[in-house]
Structures are given as structure tokens and as C-alpha cells.
């Protein structure tokens, strides 16, 4: 499985970004279990902020306390693409977003985006006026 991120920029407060990921080098539902996006701040650690877990019937998701309400973690129909809207944006969501995926067995979780093990290279979002 290849990760392919796109679509960061700079935005003002209160504005709106869509992330996207390329999803490559699928050939069956069970290449990943979840996927979603992780950012790094400036001087911080990466954190989860948007995951889905696609290995069940139904999808499940995850969102990161500050992010709730805010953000949008989605993936299309062909299951090639995985999306990241973001609105409201604040100077504190300045990152490098990456794009990720865990293909590998962990214990269960209510944190969809621990135990990424695929990464792709990630793209900066800059909130600033």
C-alpha cells in the first residue's frame, strides 16, 4: 500500500482546506484495517486527528478531541482516495499533515489511529493571517 498526500496551503482563521490522500497498491478490503491522518506541529509530537477503521461492515471513526465538530475524515467509493475536510481552522492546527494506515494487527483500540505502520510523505497546513 502506497500513500500519496495532497492539498495543504496556507488558509486563513476561520477558513476551510481539503486534504487528499492516494491510496495505491490496494488489491483487496483487507490490505489496511484503518487509515486516516496525523499531524506534527512545530516543536510538538504527531498526534491522531481523523482516522477510520475500514475492516468492519460499517466504518468506525475516530476524531481527536480539538478536532471534533470540525473535521471530516471520509474516503470515496472506489476506496482510491482518502479525504481530510477541514473547516473552521485555527492557528493551532498549523501542521504537517501526513497520511497513514495499519495493515498489522494491534489490540483493540478506541484510538483509530494508533499503530499506523504505513506513511506517506506529508503536506503543511498553515492557519496565519
Known amino acids: 500500500v502506497q500513500l500519496q498526500a495532497s492539498g495543504g496551503g496556507l488558509v486563513q482563521p476561520g477558513g476551510s482546506l481539503t486534504l487528499s490522500c492516494e491510496v495505491s497498491?490496494?488489491?483487496?478490503?483487507?490490505?489496511?484495517?484503518?487509515i486516516g491522518w496525523i499531524r506534527q506541529a512545530p516543536g510538538k509530537e504527531r498526534e491522531g486527528v481523523a482516522c477510520?477503521?475500514?475492516?468492519?461492515?460499517?466504518?468506525?471513526?475516530y476524531y481527536e478531541k480539538s478536532v471534533k465538530g470540525r473535521f471530516t475524515v471520509s474516503r470515496n467509493s472506489a476506496k482510491s482516495m482518502v479525504f481530510l475536510q477541514m473547516n473552521s481552522l485555527k492557528s493551532e492546527d498549523t501542521a504537517v499533515y501526513y497520511c497513514?494506515?495499519?495493515?498489522?494487527?494491534?489490540?483493540?483500540?478506541?484510538?483509530?489511529?494508533?499503530?499506523?505502520?504505513?506513511w506517506g510523505k506529508g503536506t503543511l497546513v498553515t492557519v496565519s493571517s
Open positions: 477510520m477503521g475500514v475492516d468492519t461492515f460499517t466504518p468506525r471513526f
Open positions: 497498491g490496494v488489491t483487496s478490503d483487507s490490505d489496511y484495517y484503518t
Open positions: 497513514a494506515a495499519r495493515n498489522v494487527i494491534i489490540a483493540a483500540t478506541l484510538d483509530l489511529c494508533v499503530g499506523m505502520n504505513i
